[in-house]
């Protein structure tokens, strides 16, 4: 597995974003997939978890009724569309495959991608 972030960049509080995570070379349609974040200085924290059909969603606290994960299986491909960032949201932002385990620990996850970078700031 393969993982590639995209979606990344520079926004202004309030804005929007929508962030992607493609696998290229071996489907993950079979597997959950979750988004952490990790801001300069802090631990890898836990943003939102997807179940392998989309049937299940999971956001931690502080990103819930804003951000919203979703998946095309056809495509190979998770979504997180993030709503009314706010500057605390400033963060690499990291997609991994879920194998087993807690949802929304770290160490349930492998194949992570690279990250990418969102800045909320105006």
């Known amino acids: 597995v393969q993982l590639q972030a995209s979606g990344g960049g520079l926004v202004q509080p309030g804005g929007s974003l929508r962030l992607s995570c493609a696998d290229s070379?071996?489907?993950?349609?079979?597997?959950?997939m979750g988004w952490f974040r990790q801001a300069p200085g802090k631990e890898r924290e836990f943003v939102a978890h997807?179940?392998?059909?989309?049937?299940?969603?999971y956001y931690a606290d502080s990103v819930k009724g804003r951000f919203t994960i979703s998946r095309d299986n056809a495509k190979n491909t998770v979504y997180l569309q993030m709503n009314s960032l706010k500057p605390e949201d400033t963060a690499v932002y990291y997609c991994?495959?879920?194998?087993?385990?807690?949802?929304?620990?770290?160490?349930?996850?492998?194949?992570w991608g690279q990250g990418t970078l969102v800045t909320v700031s105006s």
């Open positions: 991994a495959v879920h194998l087993r385990g807690s949802y929304s620990d770290y160490g349930a996850y492998r194949y």
């Open positions: 070379r071996r489907t993950i349609s079979n597997n959950g």
């Open positions: 997807i179940t392998w059909n989309g049937g299940g969603r």
